[in-house]
């Protein structure tokens, strides 16, 4: 009797153990999203000295991620490769400081906008040029390639016939380089962006703004209204708990 008691007890301490870790691993198993980033666009997204990937929207997500109860991923590609890996399915999402434009708008949905800004033109901290002869007059300007700064100057400028010449980088450090070398006269580029350079002693300085209604947001596969809904909460809840301005002020400061 007390051997039938003790497996009777036995047996049901057992079930009890495989209940619970069945109910833990139930728990644990949300949803993986993968996150497509250049890494390169700081304070946005970008490596730290000690080769983390930080920056303002890698935070984002992550929170957004805890507050919607999902895994996030994080997979680091050229610029001009984001919204393919997006759309054929390489990556769930993208962004890291990514305009909501038109075009774009033709290939991925966008969340809504999270962020709004203005164009800055940056110069040497010697150069003697005024923002409108940084534009015109023989100039020589960098910019980023598949960017809407680059755009911008392309459109509004070489395009209505202003003398200038545009030099198109793969990146926005090398276009800023390229500025810091000598090797053009100016760059163009998104203000927060550029205010960073300045700040970090970069010796730039900025000309002047321009308005060009620039408004961030993160891209999903078109047609991914759950993800999009998903991301779209997630960026509710932390502006609401404050987490947002937080993460913000962590890297504008």
């Known amino acids: 009797m007390q051997n039938r008691t003790f497996s009777a007890v036995s047996l049901i301490l057992i079930l009890g153990i495989v209940l619970t870790s069945g109910l833990l691993a139930f728990g644990a198993d949300k949803p993986t999203y993968t996150f497509a980033t250049e890494a390169a666009w700081a304070p946005w997204d970008y490596y730290n000295d000690e080769g983390e990937l930080v920056g303002i929207d890698i935070d984002i997500i992550r929170e957004i991620a805890k507050v919607q109860d999902f895994n996030v991923k994080f997979t680091v590609s050229s610029w001009s490769s984001l919204i393919p890996m997006v759309n054929m399915g390489k990556a769930d999402m993208t962004g890291g400081g990514m305009s909501i434009t ?7 949905d966008f969340t809504d906008p999270y962020w709004f800004t203005e164009m800055a033109v940056l110069a040497r901290e010697d150069s003697d040029l005024h923002m409108f002869e940084a ?3 023989g100039a020589t300007i960098s910019n980023q390639s598949n960017t809407t700064g680059a755009e911008w100057v392309r459109k509004n400028l070489i395009e209505e016939g ?9 990146t926005y450090p090398q276009a800023t380089q390229a500025l810091i070398s000598g090797k053009v006269d100016a760059t163009v580029q998104d203000k927060t962006t550029a205010e960073r350079v300045v700040k970090k002693g970069k010796a730039v300085k900025i000309l002047g703004f321009f308005r060009t209604g620039e408004a961030y947001g993160y891209a999903v ?4 209204k759950e993800l999009l809904q998903t991301l779209n909460e997630g960026l509710k809840k932390i502006r609401e708990s404050g987490k947002f301005d937080e993460i913000v002020n962590k890297y504008l400061d």
């Open 102 to 108: 038109e075009e774009r708008e033709k290939k991925v």
């Open 135 to 137: 534009l015109t007059h």
């Open 162 to 170: 202003y003398d200038l010449e545009q030099k198109l980088f793969e």
């Open 221 to 224: 596969q078109e047609g991914n």
